[in-house]
Structure formats: structure tokens, C-alpha cells
């Protein structure tokens, strides 16, 4: 039989597990992670062209950032996205193919020629498979979690707590990796004056669910960790 504690370290760190899975999930489906903030957009003769180009065109690094400069664009783990200026405001987003993911990032925007640039390239597929990572991680301790309830076992328990544990870090991993890999893009292109980059939601989002998974994680094995110490007790005094 299971003592309240535990079973109420288990509920609460079951709905942080939740919420955290909710936010990150929200967080890799949508497009706000970074955004981009530029004076009134003034009609331009070649404004069609430049979202025809990033709507139809060829994926090219250099060419969909300066139209996202130009065009207040936002940019997430699956999206880039520009504000159309017709007569009403309306946003276009474009999605990354799986090949797009897992390109090359050269050091000279625009210059497939030049020198490639590793440390972008394996920053950006980190931020890519990492919230996959996680999601999967945490699906895979819902599943032993719900075996242990079946099997009416404490021992599973434990294994949750470990892989909540290893799906923060992941998460965790994903932020910074992002974060990094704006911060040099940054240094090889640098928004043109007046045009102003920050935070979105999406990341905050993110962000918030390190903390309750590492909470659920940290539930899940202190409740695996004391059901264990309070049963060799117990099991010591009967043979007593």
C-alpha cells in the first residue's frame, strides 16, 4: 500500500509532467521564438518579389533574413514567418523541410562556396531534434508510469523520475541552443539600423517547462527514494 506522501508527490509531479509537455509542445509548433521589429513597411516596388521569393522560392539563408528584416518576420524551430503589407496586415509562414533542418551553415550568408560553419550547423540540428527528444522521453515515462500502476509497482518510478530528468536537460539544451545560434548569426549578419530583434513567446514557453519537469522529475525520484527506504525499514522490522 502506498503512503499519501507518495501518492501525492506522484499526482502533483503527474500534472507538472503535463503542463510542462503542453508548453513544450506549444512552444515547438509555433513560430514566435525570435522576432523582428522594423519601422512602418513602406509600399516598395520589389516588395511582391521578396515575398514571392520567400514563399515559393529556393530556401537561402542570407536572403530569407534580410526579407524578414524588411518585413517584421518572426522565426521558429519549424517556421519563418513574414507580415504581408496588403491592405489588411496578414502573416505568411513557410515551414523547414527536414532537408533544410539538417543543411550546412556556411560562415559567409549566401556564399555556398565558402567556408562552412560547424558549430551553426550542429547548433541549429540540436535545436531541431532535441524538443523531440524530450517530448519522447517524457511520453516513454508516461508509459512506464502507467505499466507500474498496472503492475502495481513503486519500483518503475525511479526510471520516470530519470527520464523527466533527462527530458529538462534536453529542453534546456534546445533554449541555449537556439539562443547561440541567434547570437552568431547576429555576428555574421546584424539587423540594419532600426530594425530590432527580441524573445518571443514561443521560447518562454519553452522555457517554463525545464523547470516543471525538472519539479516532476525531482518528485518522481524522491517518492520512488523514500517508498524505498520506509519498505527496507519495514521489511527489517518484521524479520526482527
Not at 506522501?5 to 513560430?31: D, E, K
Not at 550547423?121 to 515515462?141: D, E, I, K, M, N
Not at 514557453?205 to 517508498?227: D, E, K, V
Request: net charge positive; hydrophobic share 45%; proline share 4%.
Amino acid at each position: 500500500m502506498v503512503d499519501n506522501r507518495y501518492a501525492t508527490a506522484l499526482v502533483i509531479g503527474s500534472v507538472l509532467s503535463l503542463l510542462a509537455t503542453v508548453y513544450l509542445s506549444v512552444a515547438v509548433g509555433t513560430q514566435h521564438w525570435y522576432q523582428y521589429s522594423c519601422p512602418p513597411v513602406k509600399s516598395e516596388s520589389n516588395a511582391s518579389e521578396l515575398i514571392k521569393e520567400f514563399i515559393h522560392g529556393d530556401f537561402d539563408e542570407k536572403t530569407s533574413r534580410d526579407t524578414m528584416f524588411r518585413l517584421n518576420g518572426t522565426l521558429g524551430l519549424w517556421w519563418r514567418c513574414i507580415w504581408v503589407p496588403n491592405p489588411k496586415m496578414e502573416t505568411r509562414c513557410v515551414s523547414f523541410t527536414l532537408p533544410q533542418q539538417f543543411s550546412l551553415k556556411y560562415k559567409y550568408l549566401g556564399n555556398h562556396s565558402s567556408e562552412e560553419d560547424l558549430l551553426r550547423t550542429y547548433l541549429w540540428r540540436c535545436q531541431f531534434l532535441l524538443p523531440l527528444v524530450s517530448l519522447a522521453l517524457v511520453f516513454l515515462g508516461g508509459l512506464v508510469g502507467v505499466c507500474a500502476c498496472l503492475c502495481r509497482s513503486f519500483t518503475p518510478t525511479l526510471g520516470v523520475g530519470v527520464l523527466h530528468l533527462l527530458a529538462g536537460l534536453c529542453t534546456l539544451g534546445t533554449v541555449c541552443c537556439f539562443l547561440a545560434g541567434v547570437d552568431l548569426l547576429r555576428q555574421y549578419l546584424s539587423p540594419p539600423e532600426g530594425v530590432e530583434g527580441s524573445l518571443g513567446w514561443s521560447l518562454y514557453l519553452a522555457l517554463i517547462s525545464f523547470p516543471l519537469q525538472m519539479m516532476a522529475a525531482a518528485l518522481f525520484l524522491w517518492a520512488a527514494r523514500s517508498h524505498r527506504q520506509n519498505y527496507t525499514r519495514m521489511t527489517a522490522y518484521r524479520v526482527a
